[in-house]
């Protein structure tokens, strides 16, 4: 039993680095996002090509791929490493924020833009017709939209998390990192994993309920009418 | 070496479609657990599905594979280690059964009960009642969801090769090593799983055609 709080202890270490990767990943999964969601939805020419094919590629291709890609590709090329960016590709924390901001903001795109989608032409008719700004026609839109994203981004927000784990495989240390190192000096195995799996279903299952905290808020204003 | 990764990519389609297979049957025995009038199969069912969804999927792959070494060791004093390749499959499909049970609850009960009804007014026995009445119309209200689950499940494979199958993931990781070239190496295996998801996704598409031609 002792064992057990021990490891969690050790483990503990982690959530720091894992806290911080999930949220700097989903705050540039999300900047990402809305850039692509704009483009997208405005039919920007040119760049809603881009858009498209940047989608293809992230959410066609794992995780890891784009991971290993990242932290070790550039080394292949000298002008890299010549150049300032290389103080920051070298970070392997850098590369797993990079990586899963990357990756969340194609797949939240998807999301944000299927939200909009569905937001009947009619309703954006009609604030035509009442004489609305461009603002506002969008401000309108865009809470339809929430209906729909926010039960959705809970689900990406939990594949962020469960995905950041995969920044062990670069040499970070986060739980998942901690983990590894654990069981390779103790091969106390299934306690180990099993410790750390405890703690990334509680996150989960926390993060899950704060989010249906928040649809209940965000969404109040419907329960109204 | 590119001869080398293309048939690499074979073994993580291989990989892939044998954990497809395992992992529908479970899915199957995990949905008709899931939906059990016995609290006994019900409850173990929906923990194992809330677990396995709410692990990073890396955890389930090592667990899996250090795990059983570590429990056979417990068990009869011998190290034996499994196959890489089997745990990767029990992983694999297990995550897979996972969601795939989920989907196919949803699509069970998107049937309406009328349609049971009338067939029971008609005089079918229950067991045609299922097969040709709620089971095609499961099917056509699944495919979406399970078509989804196999393109995670196919880009999930990278995962393995973290415990030593020889995947493409691997294979690629082998080559960026020996030849100090790892981006070409990457982005090649990235085009690689891309062909495969551009593929499947086509041919799923025609698949849900045909299956919702009546509607």
Known sequence: MTKWIEYAYTLLDGLQVTLLITGSGLLLGLLIALVLTWILDKRVPVLHWLAEGYLLLITGTPLLVQIFLIYYGPAQFDWIKQSWAWQYLREPLFCAILALGMNAGAYTCRLFKGALDAVPKGETLACRALGMSEWQTLSVKLRHAMRRVIPAYSNEVVLVLKGSSLASTISIMDIMGLAQRINGQTYDTLTVFGVAGAIYLLMNSLLTWLFRLLERRALAFQQQG | MMT???????????????????????????????????????????????????????????????????????????????????CGVTALSLLFAAYAAQTLRGALNAVSRGQRQAAQALGLPPLHTFVHIVLPQTWRHALPGLSNQWLVLLKDTALVSLIGVHDLMHQAKSAAASTYQPFTWYALAALIYLAITLVSQQGLKRLQARVTRYD
């Open chain 2, 4 to 86: 080398h990764l293309l048939n690499a990519g074979l073994m993580t389609l291989g990989l892939a479609l044998v954990s497809l297979a395992v992992g529908m049957v479970l899915a199957v025995l995990l949905c008709g657990a899931e939906m059990s009038r016995w609290r006994l199969l019900r409850l173990p069912a929906s923990a194992l599905t809330t677990v396995l969804r709410g692990l990073p999927e890396i955890l389930v792959v090592f667990f899996i594979y250090f795990g059983s070494t570590h429990l056979l060791f417990l068990l009869t004093g011998e190290y034996i280690e499994f196959s890489p390749f089997w």
